[in-house]
């Protein structure tokens, strides 16, 4: 069984940092991708970077040139740094990872931002 266990997040001012990761447990041959979703309150939750097993990333338009996306192949782990953060970037962030074809999800994490 593939278990992504998340970490980080928090409550930040405006402006602020944060970090996220993610590791990914269990029986693993092969991570096709990992990244990150994010859900605000009454909003579908949407893509906030994924990075593939061939290096290419890509990231939403509203997160870019703020937020990095890395993994540590080795660790099966994926980072979010969120740098210049904005109230509106307040929201449950999701680890996403595509394992052996497989969707999997972690339990989320919330990042608040206040003004």
């Known amino acids: 069984q593939v278990q992504l266990v998340e970490s980080g997040g928090g409550l930040v001012q405006a402006g602020g940092s944060l970090s996220l990761s993610c590791a990914a447990s269990?029986?693993?041959?092969?991570?096709?991708?990992m990244g990150w979703y994010r859900q605000a309150p009454g909003k579908q939750r949407e893509l906030v970077a994924t990075?593939?097993?061939?290096?290419?990333?890509n990231y939403a338009d509203s997160v870019k040139g703020r937020f990095t996306i890395s993994r540590d192949n080795a660790k099966k782990t994926v980072y979010l740094q969120l740098n210049g953060l904005k109230p509106e970037d307040t929201a449950v962030y999701y680890c996403?990872?595509?394992?052996?074809?497989?969707?999997?999800w972690g339990q989320g994490t919330q990042v608040t931002v206040s003004s």
């Open positions: 269990g029986r693993i041959f092969s991570i096709n991708a």
């Open positions: 996403y990872a595509k394992i052996d074809l497989i969707e999997y």
């Open positions: 990075g593939i097993s061939g290096g290419s990333t």
